[in-house]
């Protein structure tokens, strides 16, 4: 496809910006920034402000991190939930903050500073929220002239071509200097793509290939890229989807793209209404959970398969085999029923309180692609943030490290856990009951099977804590551990750089 005709498709749809408001503004409900002063839960240090940028600062280390993890961890999160008094009424909605962890040997230093995006920049100048986010509409205020006047650069990080890039949802990638962190302005593919949707979880191949989507809810359209491992965009496309869902995450194998479904259908009529983008989202559950499978090297060549409903924020991995059947695909995620977490878990801790949803359930896929048949196992282990070695990204694998163990709802995971795709034997550490576990990260080393990096929250003590563990002895706790003299906002993604 011609780049100005993808172009075109990209503002297909009333010419309308990819997440333009039309229409009445919806109200705003009062108090959300006084419930949650007044709230005595012992954890809202979560989902608390982060008042400033953090200057490098020296952590107090115990043990020794081994020396395949020397390098940085970089991770982000939303950390500016309120502003002029007022309060975000998403977890998702706040103002990124990208972190990094120096770590070497008995030395650990963290650095943290906002992403300064044009939207937080106009805002804190104007001591108030200019304009909406995800999941909040504030009343009176102007609406969305672009995608990226919402961005908020929160989700996920990228480093790639000498950039550690801030990843969004419905944007641009904001581009971040790896020592400093400050902001370098906003990453553009090509001049067709410029405020194109490039999703928060882009799948590095183990030759350096980054491939990734963006979801473009008012055209219907599911954009495709590839990526050299230097950077420079190789390709890109758009393709309608009927029906189009919320996307979160995707998987890869050797030969093919995996996108699984959820129906989570995008209603352009609530939209023009004054709704969020979030609560323009329908659950049609008579859809089921869809499968698309695209060829990575022809993506023309699609194909849909369909699963039991249900729900899902992230993939952990996925790999194919040729069988006497056919071609096979394995797939496991962390399934929840519906998307009840996603409205309501993530809003109520912007007042400090907790909904109670059932954490989703670490559920494994096999898509026979010769028959179009698809079935799934559910492996009864409650699981978020799921990870693979790097190495297995795309190739077969036996283990997923993720968070475990919900403590009163959704989102405070307070385990770290490995469990194998194919027994469904798990293993795990929890830090105590006064703690909430984050994303944590495998790292390769030449012994197997390396080592797993992450940090957790002890609210107890209004302290962060980056861990390492031997990624084969989960349960024998960790091997070495950097305790942050103060609290970190909890975040979502991060990645590891070796020095």
Not at 272 to 283: E, F, H, K, P
Not at 289 to 302: A, F, I, P, T
Not at 463 to 488: H, I, M, N, R
Request: net charge neutral.
């Amino acid at each position: 496809m011609k780049r100005r005709d993808l172009l075109q498709r990209l503002v297909a749809g009333g010419g309308a910006p990819l997440l333009a408001h039309w229409g009445a503004q919806a109200k705003t409900p009062t108090g959300w920034q006084a419930q949650f002063d007044a709230s005595s839960a012992p954890w809202k240090s979560a989902f608390a402000t982060a008042p400033a940028d953090l200057p490098l600062t020296a952590t107090r280390v115990r043990g020794r991190f081994p020396d395949a993890v020397t390098g940085t961890l970089y991770r982000i999160g939303p950390a500016g939930h309120d502003l002029g008094g007022e309060r975000n009424q998403h977890w998702f909605d706040g103002d990124g903050m990208a972190h990094r962890f120096v770590i070497e040997g008995h030395t650990v230093h963290h650095q943290g500073r906002y992403v300064a995006t044009s939207k937080r920049m106009a805002e804190v100048n104007a001591g108030r929220r200019l304009t909406e986010g995800f999941g909040t509409v504030f009343e009176g205020r102007d609406e969305p002239s672009s995608p990226d006047s919402m961005n908020a650069a929160n989700i996920s990080v990228l480093p790639v071509g000498g950039d550690v890039l801030a990843l969004w949802e419905g944007g641009s990638a904001t581009r971040l200097d790896p020592q400093s962190l400050e902001t370098r302005g906003l990453k553009t593919w090509r001049p067709d793509l410029a405020g194109a949707p490039f999703s928060a979880h882009p799948r590095v191949a183990a030759d350096g290939t980054i491939w990734n989507f963006g979801v473009h809810p008012h055209a219907g359209l599911l954009l495709l890229y590839e990526i050299g491992p230097g950077g420079v965009l190789r390709r890109a496309d758009a393709f309608p989807v009927s029906n189009i869902p919320m996307v979160h995450d995707f998987a890869m194998t050797a030969k093919h793209l995996v996108f699984l479904l959820p129906p989570l259908v995008y209603d352009a009529q609530r939209r023009s209404a004054g709704a969020s983008m979030l609560d323009s989202y329908v659950w049609r559950p008579e859809l089921g959970m869809r499968v698309l499978v695209v060829n990575k090297h022809d993506w023309k060549q699609q194909q849909t398969l369909s699963l039991p409903t249900g729900f899902l924020f992230h993939i952990g991995n996925a790999w194919e085999e040729e069988t006497t059947t056919g071609t096979v695909i394995h797939l496991d995620y962390a399934r929840a029923d519906d998307a009840s977490g996603l409205f309501k878990d993530t809003r109520e801790v912007m007042r400090a309180r907790l909904a109670g949803t059932a954490g989703p359930v670490l559920t494994v896929a096999r898509l026979h692609l010769r028959t179009g048949k698809a079935t799934q196992a559910d492996l009864g282990v409650e699981a978020e943030f799921p990870h693979v070695h790097p190495r297995h990204v795309g190739l077969r694998h036996r283990h997923v490290i993720h968070a475990t163990k919900t403590s009163g709802g959704l989102p405070l995971w307070s385990a770290v856990a490995a469990t194998h795709v194919e027994t469904g034997v798990s293993r795990r550490f929890s830090h105590g009951s006064e703690t909430i576990v984050e994303e944590h990260v495998w790292v390769p080393d030449g012994r197997a099977p390396g080592w797993v990096i992450g940090t957790h929250l002890d609210y107890a003590q209004k302290k962060t804590v980056l861990s390492c563990f031997a990624a084969d002895a989960l349960t024998e706790g960790p091997v070495a551990q950097a305790v942050l003299p103060y609290a970190l906002p909890l975040g979502l993604h991060g990645a590891f750089v070796a020095a």
